[in-house]
T-cell receptor
Framework: KAGVTQTPRYLIKTRGQQVTLSCSPI?????VSWYQQTPGQGLQFLFE???????NKGNFPGRFSGRQFSNSRSEMNVSTLELGDSALYLC????????????FGPGTRLTVL | GNSVTQMEGPVTLSEEAFLTINCTYT??????LFWYVQYPGEGLQLLLK?????DKGSNKGFEATYRKETTSFHLEKGSVQVSDSAVYFC????????????????FGQGTRLTINP
């Protein structure tokens, strides 16, 4: 099976702009989670979607949003970008049960200038 | 809330040395525990996992045992190789309060491991 894919791999934006990142899960996986990785804060959970419904959400401002489509592909959007949003954004997919393993994509490196 | 604490790095060892990376956790309920590895420029790869107390996860010579009495999940390898150089993350699965099966991984801060030939 193909792994989790994320597009684009690299992105450069300026403050105030918005950005959309895309994630395609492993075939058959219905859960998609998003994480932000920064040197200062480490890996932090953003949100999780299962069958097009947001099941869990981390402590991020409302500028961070996401959605999931009927084919389980997911997008996350960040509006009004700030310098502190520069990070590696990782997407992970799983079958969706508590003990299931999450499989990660390679990430999208976002740089905000 | 739930949390994971890893030993601080960086850790530098010689090839064929014994490796231990300590991981302790604070959690309510019965989380699953994981070790993930991240190579430069890549995402996270699952190294091993354990879903209940006394389970031992193992993969590629790495082992970790889920110890509920000491709330620990230490990573060990008997003989490390240069190719094991990476950042290692300990994590637990934190289920949502309202939804059965909801997933959220809580990570430790990561331990950078360098193996010298």
């Amino acid at each position: 099976k193909a792994g989790v894919t994320q597009t684009p791999r690299y992105l450069i934006k300026t403050r105030g702009q918005q950005v959309t990142l895309s994630c395609s899960p492993i075939s058959g996986h219905r859960s998609v989670s998003w994480y932000q990785q920064t040197p200062g804060q480490g890996l932090q959970f953003l949100f999780e979607y299962f069958s097009e419904t947001q099941r869990n959400k981390g402590n991020f401002p409302g500028r961070f949003s996401g959605r999931q489509f009927s084919n389980s592909r997911s997008e996350m959007n960040v509006s009004t970008l700030e310098l502190g949003d520069s990070a590696l954004y990782l997407c992970a997919s799983s079958e969706g049960q508590r003990t299931d393993t999450q499989y990660f994509g390679p990430g999208t490196r976002l740089t905000v200038l | 809330g739930n949390s994971v604490t890893q030993m601080e790095g960086p850790v530098t060892l010689s090839e064929e040395a014994f490796l231990t990376i300590n991981c302790t956790y604070t959690a309510t309920g019965y989380p699953s525990l994981f070790w993930y590895v991240q190579y430069p420029g890549e995402g996270l790869q699952l190294l091993l996992k354990a879903t209940k107390a006394d389970d031992k996860g193992s993969n590629k010579g790495f082992e970790a045992t889920y110890r509920k009495e000491t709330t620990s999940f230490h990573l060990e390898k008997g003989s490390v190789q240069v190719s094991d150089s990476a950042v290692y993350f300990c994590a637990l699965s934190d289920t949502g309060i309202f939804f059965q099966g909801a997933q959220k991984l809580v990570f430790g801060q990561g331990t950078r491991l360098t193996i010298n030939p």
